[in-house]
């Protein structure tokens, strides 16, 4: 079984940076590609960075050279670096496996853009 924290989520005005880190228990994390989502009040949970677990990486358009995705596997950790975030960057932000599994799903953090 694996569990997912993520953390790192605030407020922060627009064109701020913010970095999530997301914390999986489990020694069998290094074989997951793992992915970010985020679900937007009224809006469905989608993901928009992706990372195997050889380090390559994919985004959607909308966070392609702000957003980058990295991961330690020595620490179990993946991260999300934001930059140049927009208010519409608001949204609730998890991490899960790719593809998702319903088991994985933690917590989330919170990421306002907003002046």
């Known amino acids: 079984q694996v569990q997912l924290v993520e953390s790192g989520g605030g407020l922060v005005q627009p064109g701020g940076s913010l970095r999530l880190s997301c914390a999986a228990s489990g020694s069998i994390f290094s074989i997951y590609a793992m992915g970010w989502y985020r679900q937007a009040p009224g809006k469905q949970r989608d993901l928009i960075a992706g990372?195997?677990?050889?380090?390559?990486?994919n985004y959607v358009d909308s966070v392609k050279g702000r957003f980058t995705i990295s991961r330690d596997n020595a620490k179990n950790t993946v991260y999300l670096q934001m930059n140049s975030l927009k208010p519409e960057d608001t949204a609730v932000y998890y991490c899960?496996?790719?593809?998702?599994?319903?088991?994985?799903w933690g917590q989330g953090t919170q990421v306002t853009v907003s002046s």
């Open positions: 899960n496996a790719l593809p998702a599994r319903g088991d994985y």
């Open positions: 990372i195997t677990s050889g380090g390559s990486t």
